[in-house]
């Protein structure tokens, strides 16, 4: 009898504590539950904040294990770093991909999950920067010669953007613009791979609450999303999209996220 395969390991990189319950959350929890190991990195807040400790609780949730934070701040809260943290859009790119690769190598993920390069319907500049901090880091970390302190090397198999296509959109991009927002979704062949996350909705959902003190304020998306009715908000945060960029040959078969 053929064993099934099991679900490949994940690891999300984000910019800021919610993105990870926003963007994946679905997808986080459905691996989890699969008995896939799950963690992710947030590249923004410090462990002394109040944003540090809500995701605590969300990661709980998605059974994500423990926050993993890069230690920058919010290009526009400089609440997000009291002791004076560089903003992540300052960071030396040099210095930010080896705390990235540091984590890549000792957490070993088969999957890196994290931003686009639009910054994510909105264009947050922190989003944009986190971009493109994951794409050096994911080719770095398999790399012998490059940040030789940072651990063994480990060349994930796979890279995936969260995006949002023109065509799936749908009720989030009105829900965006009725706070003046901009809503930067990608031509539809962008995508890859669209996931729907319906039976871990409950779950996503409970994780977006965990950050309560967006979801107290009123233009933050996960505010936004609890003045909906249920089914309108089950509907926006039910399906997920990620394009699959392209990575350094490794070896083995190429991990796919669970459809």
Same mark, same amino acid.
């Given at each position: 009898?053929?064993?099934?395969?099991a679900a490949p390991s994940l690891l999300g990189v984000w910019a800021h504590p919610d993105d990870e319950?926003?963007?994946?959350?679905?997808?986080?929890?459905?691996?989890?539950?699969? !008995?896939? $190991?799950?963690?992710?990195?947030?590249?923004?807040?410090?462990?002394?904040?109040?944003?540090?400790?809500? +995701?605590?609780?969300?990661?709980?949730?998605?059974?994500?294990?423990?926050?993993? +934070?890069? !230690?920058?701040?919010?290009?526009r809260n400089p609440a997000s770093a009291p002791g004076g943290a560089v903003r992540l859009v300052d960071?030396?790119? #040099?210095?930010?991909?080896?705390?990235?690769?540091?984590? *890549?190598?000792?957490?070993?993920?088969?999957?890196?999950?994290?931003?686009?390069?639009?910054?994510?319907?909105?264009?947050?500049? #922190?989003? &944009?920067?986190?971009?493109? *901090?994951?794409?050096?880091?994911?080719?770095?970390?398999?790399?012998?010669?490059?940040?030789? #302190?940072?651990? =063994?090397?480990?060349?994930?198999?796979? +890279?995936?953007?969260?995006?949002?296509?023109?065509?799936?959109?749908? $009720?989030? !991009?009105?829900l965006l613009q009725s706070v003046g927002k901009t809503v930067l979704a990608v031509p539809d062949a962008?995508?890859?791979?669209?996931?729907?996350?319906?039976?871990?909705?409950?779950? &996503?959902?409970? @994780? *977006?609450? @965990?950050?309560?003190? =967006?979801?107290?304020?009123? $233009?933050?998306?996960?505010?936004?999303?609890?003045?909906?009715?249920?089914? #309108?908000?089950? =509907?926006?945060?039910?399906?997920?999209?990620?394009? $699959?960029?392209?990575?350094?040959?490794?070896?083995?078969?190429?991990?796919? +996220? *669970?459809?």
């Amino acid at each position: 009898m053929t064993q099934p395969t099991a679900a490949p390991s994940l690891l999300g990189v984000w910019a800021h504590p919610d993105d990870e319950s926003l963007l994946a959350g679905g997808v986080l929890a459905q691996h989890a539950a699969a !008995g896939a $190991r799950t963690a992710v990195v947030t590249a923004t807040w410090t462990a002394d904040t109040h944003r540090a400790l809500e +995701l605590a609780d969300a990661l709980n949730v998605l059974g994500a294990g423990p926050p993993r +934070l890069l !230690g920058y701040a919010d290009a526009r809260n400089p609440a997000s770093a009291p002791g004076g943290a560089v903003r992540l859009v300052d960071a030396p790119l #040099d210095e930010a991909v080896g705390r990235l690769v540091a984590h *890549i190598r000792e957490l070993q993920p088969d999957i890196v999950l994290g931003h686009d390069a639009t910054g994510q319907l909105t264009g947050h500049p #922190d989003h &944009k920067r986190a971009h493109q *901090i994951t794409l050096l880091a994911v080719e770095a970390a398999g790399l012998p010669h490059l940040y030789p #302190d940072a651990g =063994e090397p480990w060349q994930p198999a796979a +890279l995936y953007a969260a995006t949002h296509s023109e065509s799936g959109v749908g $009720r989030l !991009g009105p829900l965006l613009q009725s706070v003046g927002k901009t809503v930067l979704a990608v031509p539809d062949a962008y995508v890859t791979t669209t996931i729907d996350v319906s039976p871990w909705a409950a779950a &996503k959902w409970e @994780a *977006i609450c @965990a950050h309560r003190s =967006e979801v107290a304020r009123p $233009r933050p998306l996960p505010g936004l999303l609890a003045r909906l009715p249920e089914p #309108d908000r089950t =509907e926006i945060i039910s399906t997920e999209q990620f394009t $699959r960029l392209t990575l350094s040959p490794a070896p083995g078969a190429p991990h796919k +996220l *669970i459809a």
